[in-house]
């Protein structure tokens, strides 16, 4: 299969499963739960569409098995099931176990593979396109957010154990990333500094975009 091929590239949405109360607990002080889930929707399928915008195959996944008596995302649910993207469950016990898992299993069919999070709607078509072109020549591809972590992660090769050692949720998880992949001899792109939503402020900043930039 041609390396430019689109289905030699795979993204992959990280979710939480929508549940009031679990969802953007940061944006509860100023939204309330009920609020705080709506802004998790509503970023979810704002990632979405950039993904599904690419034309690149698209998975998503879950942060555990979707649970039907919860109806919180319903609407989540029906976007997956009309566009038929496939629907997956990470595995592990930390963030960079779960994308670990993630990156390997999709690079055994697929030359490339990108994982975004659910509140990073600043990773645009553009930028994905730009993350799959620099992974011709890297073996990972870090977006970096302007809170220390990344927006995005893609791989063309993964190392057991490179994303050991993280302490994730700190200022310091994308330096720290760096520095264990190049311990263990991978080769990283940096792209551009993006931003994702976490706090009150980062949701305004989100609400506040042109809707064609939304």
């Avoid at 739960?33 to 979405?48: C, E, F, I, K």
């Avoid at 994308?99 to 990108?114: D, G, P, W, Y």
Wanted: with cysteine; net charge negative; charged share 25%.
């Amino acid at each position: 299969m041609p390396e430019n091929h689109p289905s030699s590239t795979l993204l992959m949405q990280f979710a939480k499963w929508p549940e009031q109360g679990r969802v953007k607990t940061r944006l509860m002080p100023a939204l309330g739960p009920a609020g705080a889930l709506d802004a998790h929707v509503r970023l979810t399928l704002t990632v979405l569409d950039n993904l599904y915008t690419t034309g690149y195959p698209v998975q998503f996944w879950w942060d555990r098995a979707p649970d039907p008596s919860c109806t919180d995302g319903e609407v989540i649910v029906r976007n997956l099931e009309l566009t038929g993207l496939e629907q997956k469950v990470q595995q592990g016990a930390n963030l960079g176990q779960r994308m670990f898992a993630a990156l390997q299993v999709a690079l055994k069919e697929h030359s490339r593979a990108l994982i975004v999070g659910s509140d990073c709607p600043s990773v645009d078509p553009q930028y994905i396109r730009e993350a799959v072109l620099k992974l011709s020549e890297a073996d990972v591809a870090l977006g970096p957010s302007e809170d220390g972590g990344y927006v995005l992660i893609g791989a063309s090769r993964v190392v057991p154990g490179m994303l050991d050692g993280i302490d994730w949720g700190t200022p310091q998880v994308l330096a720290q990333t760096c520095a264990r992949l190049k311990e263990l001899g991978l080769r990283v792109h940096l792209l551009e500094p993006r931003w994702d939503v976490d706090e009150p402020e980062d949701w305004e900043r989100f609400t506040r975009l042109p809707l064609s930039e939304v």
